[in-house]
């Protein structure tokens, strides 16, 4: 596929810049993530009229078969550059792991088998490299809990660019080999997430760098939309009525709300009766936490949990995430590393799919709010698995039975496994 017909045609003055969520200030659509009036978080402010007369159920139908189909709303101004076969990853219907839960409407959106790097991250890279591309940057940077760097590492090499990310320097081996391969510059610091971010931010103030999560992040963000987007045409241009969302920083969930909501406001979908439910693991969960005391404000913690991809202990969006699931009268919960283990095991069991931690606890939350009927059995469900267990395997590795050792002969087959012909 060649870059055009990774989109159909480009609207022009889509973006009409950055917005702060706080104050409404305007700024050009530049590499700028805080106001600098009020310290609030910028986002891209659309040109939702203009979008409004083009876009269409077969506008978008028509266009590829990627999340290019939804380009009308998303952050960049020329055609796609990089990334070009991320997203439309498939919904499936879980009627296993449904039977087991009591849910009679469970699907599973598996980001396991994204494109190019096998974690939800390909779809907000996708869109923030072909936009610091748009920017003239010609090194590219990140702060990660694992996927992100990949994901980066991956589309930094197709792009050409220079690329740094940086990671706690206690990762899996899977997610630390998965973007070495890449040949980017690894640099592990010796802390947690919060301590690299930080790292980050002050070195995003000295280099012209673009951070994907940092100084482009307005527009890295937006990629989640595209999550909520391809579930609801998915489901045949309908939002369900509960989605659980694994929190990190919160953004993922914060743009899946914005994402069905965008499409009402569109004529895309008629309505949005969809409950935005948070899963966070109990030894990092700060948003999770702050919803259980009834505080509108987030208490930073010091993550202790294997689901290392979701641990970040002062989440940049969690604010915004527990306001999206207030809005949308969701809830949230938490998972145990014993039952993000149990959550795994569970859905590969049922459905075929190996998921790595955060799917774990995406996993055992969806269990508990199907348990506690806080997920009627009838509600229409979807659960989001983000990453691919292939790169946590130190997760599961006691957890797993072992293979059933023989030689090579009939005789030994039948006496080790003893099995009725
Ligand atoms: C990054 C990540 C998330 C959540 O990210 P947010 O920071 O909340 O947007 C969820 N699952 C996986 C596997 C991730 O890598």
Redo the contacts with the bound molecule.
């Keep these: 596929m060649n870059r055009k017909s990774a989109v159909s045609d480009i609207l022009k003055q889509k973006i009409k810049g950055l917005k702060c969520r706080e104050c409404g200030k305007l700024y050009p659509p530049v590499a700028l993530h805080v106001c600098e009036f009020c310290f609030g978080p910028l986002e891209v402010d659309y040109n939702y009229d203009e979008i409004k007369r083009h876009i269409s159920h077969e506008r978008i139908e028509n266009g590829p078969k990627s999340l290019w189909r939804y380009a009308d709303l998303l952050p960049v101004e020329g055609y796609p550059t990089v990334g070009l076969y991320a997203g439309l990853t498939p919904l499936i219907e879980a009627k296993n792991l449904g039977t087991e839960l009591g849910l009679n409407r469970l699907y599973i959106k598996n980001d396991t088998v994204n494109h190019p790097t096998l974690?939800?991250?390909d779809r907000v890279v996708a869109i923030a490299i072909t936009r610091a591309k748009e920017l003239g940057f010609s090194a590219v940077a990140c702060a990660s809990?694992?996927?992100?760097a990949n994901s980066v590492a991956a589309h930094a090499a197709e792009a050409r660019l220079q690329c740094y990310v940086f990671i706690p320097g206690d990762l899996e081996a899977g997610k630390i080999l998965g973007s070495l391969i890449y040949a980017p510059t690894v640099i592990a610091v010796n802390g947690n997430y919060d301590d690299v971010n930080r790292l980050c931010s002050e070195v995003a103030g000295e280099y012209n760098w673009g951070f994907v999560n940092i100084n482009i992040r307005p527009y890295y963000a937006e990629g989640?939309k595209t999550l909520a987007f391809e579930t609801a045409e998915q489901l045949g241009w309908r939002a369900p009525d509960h989605v659980v969302v694994?929190?990190?920083?919160?953004?993922?969930?914060t743009k899946i709300w914005k994402g069905f909501n965008e499409l009402k406001m569109l004529g895309l979908i008629e309505s949005v009766p969809t409950r935005v439910n948070g899963a966070q693991a109990e030894g990092c969960s700060p948003v999770a936490t702050a919803f259980k005391e009834g505080r509108d404000f987030i208490k930073p913690v010091k993550p202790k949990t294997i689901a290392k991809?979701?641990a970040?202990g002062n989440?940049a969006?969690g604010y915004y995430?527990l306001k999206a699931v207030h809005e949308s009268k969701g809830a949230f919960d938490t998972a145990t590393d014993g039952e993000t283990i149990e959550g795994i095991k569970l859905l590969a069991r049922t459905e075929g799919i190996f998921a790595?931690t955060?799917?774990g606890v995406t996993i055992a939350v969806l269990k508990k709010l199907a348990m506690n009927g806080l997920i009627p059995k009838d509600d229409t469900v979807v659960a989001y698995v983000?990453?691919n267990g292939l790169k946590t395997q130190e997760a599961v590795i006691n957890a797993v039975g072992d293979v059933v050792r023989i030689e090579p002969s009939m005789d030994s087959f039948e006496k080790t496994l003893s099995i009725k012909k």
């Excluded at 809990?145 to 992100?148: F, V, Y």
């Excluded at 694994?246 to 969930?253: F, T």
């Design positions: 974690s939800f991250k809990t694992g996927n992100l989640s694994p929190v990190a920083s919160g953004s993922l969930l991809s979701i970040i989440p969006d995430a790595e955060a799917g983000t990453g």
